[in-house]
Nanobody, 129 residues
């Protein structure tokens, strides 16, 4: 089973940037997607991005496209989320999670939240004036 741990959450002013990292360990031969999610108080969990560990293919949600980017470092076993031009509405706990892709070449954006079976503990991002 994959194990995931997020880091990089912090307090930041609007317009600032943060880089979150998700350290992934416990690889198997299965194909996995690693997704970034966020949940603000009183709101539903929102998917931000997904990355296929097979080939690094990724997708970003329309709500953050142009401000957030995701990258896979296979050698380091991390999936990072670069967040630029942060806004107060980006305030949330950010989680990374892993889910199996089947067939192995399935596009990661086709995986729904309930199919992500391994989750990190979350990291808090607060954007304040």
């Amino acid at each position: 089973q994959l194990r995931l741990a997020e880091s990089g959450g912090d307090l930041v002013q609007p317009g600032g940037s943060l880089r979150l990292s998700c350290a992934v360990s416990g690889f198997t031969l299965d194909s996995y997607s690693v997704g970034w999610f966020r949940q603000a108080p009183g709101k539903e969990r929102e998917v931000i991005s997904c990355t296929s560990l097979n080939d690094g293919g990724s997708s970003i949600a329309d709500s953050v496209k142009g401000r957030f980017t995701v990258a896979l470092d296979n050698a380091g076993g991390t999936v990072s989320l670069q967040m630029n031009n942060l806004k107060p509405e980006d305030t949330a706990v950010y989680y990374c999670a892993a889910g199996k892709l089947w067939p192995p070449d399935q596009r990661c954006w086709g995986l729904v939240a309930r199919e992500y079976t391994s989750w990190g503990q979350g990291t808090q991002v607060t954007v304040f004036s």
